[in-house]
């Protein structure tokens, strides 16, 4: 095959980007998204301060846009995030205890209901671990409400939207390490205890290498009985391309994971800024890193 995601269909999977409504009308970019994607990621407007800029007034206008390129070219769409420290409303920031923990619950409830049917894969929660060797929750306004928090998100996105895969997502998770592990204890848990929870997802965000156990550590979670997901890869580095192609290998080696996703099209739409870490150049011309993924699948 000669596009991303027709490779990636040769064996089931999809191959996705980040995409930005507002650049839509961009035609170097709506003509590669066409041809190369069959799955979407709203960069930002599914996030909560874009869906409900003040308490239960909820706004879908740039969501919608992206639900219906994703449905117009017949390409998958990913939910990208319910529940994040990052990117709330300042009304959320503001608000703690069981004020904040109804208007999570609120929150999931209504954007996940308003998507009902369209979403392939949620991400319900988003870096909710810490960083370094803790392997614990990260603190947050979100976990301070109680420890549950996850679990309840969980339950309310099922209710919600029966249909959608729901994941849980994070970086710095690529290797076998504490927070993955801290992950992994979360995710077998919840499958013992019923809790539902279908995916987790990789950002990797990389930084010209991958660890040696990238493989392992999506198959130990795969093991769980959850399919893994690559979510916002991105790779700077005089290695990228060799990087790229050996993630790519890492997932068609995994049976459960379904797809891979690419945090943006072009090098100008990356949020890495001056690191170039995607598979077009600013103009849209392939990338070395875009034949080694291609080759691969
Ligand atoms: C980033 C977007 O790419 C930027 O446009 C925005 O300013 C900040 O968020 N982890 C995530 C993504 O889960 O939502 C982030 O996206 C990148 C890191």
Redesign the pocket.
Known sequence: ASTLGAAAAQSGRYFGT?V?AGKLGDSTYSTILRREFNSITA??EM?WDATEPSRNSFNYGNGDRIASQARSQGAALRG??LL?H??QPGWAQGLSGSDLRSAMMNHVTQVATHYRGQIHSW?VV??AFADGNSGARRDSNLQRTGNDWIEAAFRAARSADPTAKLCY?D?NTDGINAKSTGIYNMVADFKNRGVPIDCVGF?S?LSNSVPGDYQANLQRFAALGVDVQI??LDISGSNQAAVYASVTRSCLAVPRCTGITV??IRDSD??RQGENPLLFDNNGNKKAAYNSVLDVL
């Open positions: 980040a930005a960069e930002n996030k990208h995030a994040w990052q990117q991400d988003n870096e997502n970086y950002q965000h979510t916002e945090w943006g990356s949020w």
